[in-house]
Each structure stands twice: as structure tokens, then as C-alpha cells.
């Protein structure tokens, strides 16, 4: 098998896809539905941690795409996969980071526990979507080419179609102001884990992409 790169959610082997493929729908048949977290105060979402569940989502989305839409090689699922993951890679951290932040504020020292069942869950959810949804290795080719054509800050200011992602886990928060959040972190998981990158660890990169200081698209 074709060696992974190391990105926030990693880019697909050719040789890999199919396997994979047989092990999600392994996954969809054993797993239990998950619900998604409450809806209380303490549980509300800033603009931006909306915003950074729907591109979580997006991910999600891409990846099982990419995994179950094999018997339609002409939409080159996996391809374009890959060219997100290593094109907007630092965008996707970002993001990635808000979000990990708002579980860590929401769950304290048990946010792993509870960021590894929402990520099973959207690939859940996903995977059932293959089957339940014949258009839908078309409809995520098109978010694709749209988000490749439009180029950096594509993800990162969420201009893609959203219509697509289920409902953010809690109401936003009443108010309006802003938080702080971590720096980007540079760390990046393995696909069969499917986590976000780790923020108990420094970063590898100085360098910064943080969505909080980008006026904020209105999370729906």
C-alpha cells in the first residue's frame, strides 16, 4: 500500500480505497446511532465554532465520498479528495482546531472521549447517506470541483454549499462576543481514526491560520 501523507484528515491510496470501503460500511452496521451533543447554554456555539463544525462535516463528507463513490471512477472521488486535504490543509486545521477548542470547553478532560463519537457519527451518518441517497457521490464531485476551482479561502471563509451538512450540534451562543482561540496546530491524525489534530502538542508551524480573526460567514 501506497505510503499516506500526513494532513489533517490523510489523502487516500488507490490500492486502499476499496478495503476501506468494506470497513466503513463494517463500521455503519455495528455501530449505534450517537446523539449529538445538547442543546443547553453551556453547550451554545460562537459564530465560529459553528462554522468550524460545518467544515468538520465537510471533511467527513469528502472522505466517505471518496471511499464509497469507487464504481464511479470518471468522478475521481479520491483524486479530488486528495487535492483538498493537501491543498487546503492549513485551512482545515484551523477550523479543526475551533472545533477541538469548543469540545475542550464544553466536556473538559473528557472532550476525546466525546470528539471521537461526533467524528463517528458524521461517518456514520455519511456512509448511510451512500446507500439512502443515489446522488450523492454526485453531489459531493460537484462540492469538490467548486472548492478546487474556487482556490485558497474557499474553506476557510465556507464557500461551499452547506445544504448538504446536518444541523450544528447546539444553538449559537446569545452573545456576540468574540473568543480567543488556540494557534494553529500543525499535528495531524492517522485516517483510520478519523480525529483532528491534537492541541495537547505544540505546534510544528509558527505560522498562523486562525478563522476567529476572519469575518465570520453567518453559520445556518
Known amino acids: 500500500m501506497a505510503k499516506m501523507l500526513c494532513r489533517p484528515t490523510p489523502p487516500i491510496s488507490r490500492f486502499s480505497a476499496i478495503s476501506k470501503v468494506h470497513r466503513v460500511a463494517a463500521l455503519c452496521a455495528a455501530l449505534i446511532v450517537f446523539a449529538w451533543p445538547g442543546e443547553s447554554h453551556a453547550r451554545c456555539m460562537s459564530t465560529q465554532e459553528a462554522n468550524a463544525e460545518h467544515v468538520r462535516g465537510l471533511q467527513s463528507a469528502l472522505m466517505v465520498a471518496a471511499l464509497k463513490c469507487v464504481h464511479r471512477p470518471e468522478l475521481k472521488s479520491f483524486e479530488r479528495y486528495n487535492s483538498i486535504i493537501t491543498q487546503f490543509d492549513r485551512e482545515l486545521i484551523a477550523h ?27 461517518a456514520n451518518d455519511f456512509s448511510l447517506r451512500t446507500f439512502e441517497t443515489p446522488s450523492f457521490c454526485d453531489e459531493m464531485s460537484d462540492i469538490a470541483n467548486t472548492i478546487l476551482a474556487d482556490g485558497e479561502g474557499s474553506i476557510l471563509h465556507l464557500r461551499f454549499d452547506r ?14 462576543k468574540s473568543r480567543d482561540f488556540p494557534a494553529l496546530n500543525g499535528t495531524v491524525p492517522d485516517l483510520v481514526s478519523i480525529h483532528m489534530p491534537d492541541l495537547d502538542k505544540p505546534a510544528k508551524s509558527k505560522q498562523v491560520l486562525d478563522p476567529s480573526v476572519v469575518p465570520p460567514m453567518p453559520a445556518e
Not at 479543526?96 to 458524521?122: C, D, E, M, P, W
Request: charged share 15%.
Open 96 to 122: 479543526s482546531n475551533v472545533l477541538q477548542a469548543y469540545f475542550r470547553r464544553v466536556y473538559g478532560s473528557k472532550h476525546r472521549y466525546h470528539i471521537n463519537k461526533y467524528v463517528t457519527r458524521l
Open 163 to 176: 445544504s448538504f451538512l446536518p444541523p450544528n450540534s447546539a444553538n449559537l451562543c446569545a452573545s456576540k
